[in-house]
T-cell receptor, first 113, second 116 residues
Framework: QKEVEQNSGPLSVPEGAIASLNCTYS??????FFWYRQYSGKSPELIMF????GDKEDGRFTAQLNKASQYVSLLIRDSQPSDSATYLC?????????????FGTGTRLTIIP | GAVVSQHPSRVICKSGTSVKIECRSL??????MFWYRQFPKQSLMLMAT?????????EQGVEKDKFLINHASLTLSTLTVTSAHPEDSSFYIC????????????FGPGTRLTVT
């Protein structure tokens, strides 16, 4: 059974600093990895996805994937109060016939002004 | 791009009635749509996966006769909660995937259902 684990937090980071969010997964066959942001009372919003080892950057966000360690992280540079939300890590294996996302329980991030 | 809409955003209904929720992909063809439920302060729970033109696949513990799913076209899926009860009150969210690339899912804004 696939498992995705995240520290539930809350993680408090000063405004302007780097927020680092971590996620581990149990299934070595996992192929695609996603970070979603969910504000309270709202639906998840896709921030970025990654499927190759290494770093992928998009604006202030950088996703990092290490398949050997079964570890994926999200870095948020120059953190803003608007980044305060719950961040969900998710994985799937579409090429193995499993398109369903397995979600972690999320990390609640608070940016302190 | 990749915009998914849901309607209604909020609905209040009486116990025993049925409620239909629509999910539309506005700018892409969604070969697969997913329906989730989320209770307060809990994680997303996948209810079912639907592919256009075929029967939905329900997750274990989800009653297919209570939660009717129809994926009539590549841009529309509906979820009908039949004979709703107060314990069905929740946040229902759909997502859509175009089965390309990483098969990422794009979520609709959600429907908050309250059964009185």
């Amino acid at each position: 059974q696939k498992e995705v684990e995240q520290n539930s937090g809350p993680l408090s980071v000063p405004e302007g600093a780097i927020a680092s969010l971590n996620c581990t997964y149990s299934d070595r066959g996992s192929q695609s990895f996603f970070w979603y942001r969910q504000y309270s009372g709202k639906s998840p919003e896709l921030i970025m996805f990654i499927y190759s080892n290494g770093d992928k950057e998009d604006g202030r966000f950088t996703a990092q994937l290490n398949k050997a360690s079964q570890y994926v992280s999200l870095l948020i540079r120059d953190s803003q109060p608007s980044d305060s939300a719950t961040y969900l890590c998710a994985v799937n294996s579409p090429l193995l016939g499993d398109e369903k996302l397995t979600f972690g329980t999320g990390t609640r991030l608070t940016i302190i002004p | 791009g990749a915009v998914v809409s849901q309607h209604p955003s909020r609905v209040i209904c009486k116990s025993g009635t049925s409620v239909k929720i629509e999910c539309r992909s506005l700018d892409f063809q969604a070969t697969t749509m997913f329906w989730y439920r989320q209770f307060p302060k809990q994680s997303l729970m996948l209810m079912a996966t639907s592919n256009e033109g075929s029967k939905a696949t329900y997750e274990q513990g989800v009653e297919k006769d209570k939660f009717l799913i129809n994926h009539a076209s590549l841009t529309l899926s509906t979820l009908t909660v039949t004979s709703a009860h107060p314990e069905d009150s929740s946040f229902y969210i759909c997502s859509a995937s175009h089965r390309q690339g990483a098969y990422e899912q794009y979520f609709g804004p959600g429907t908050r259902l309250t059964v009185t």
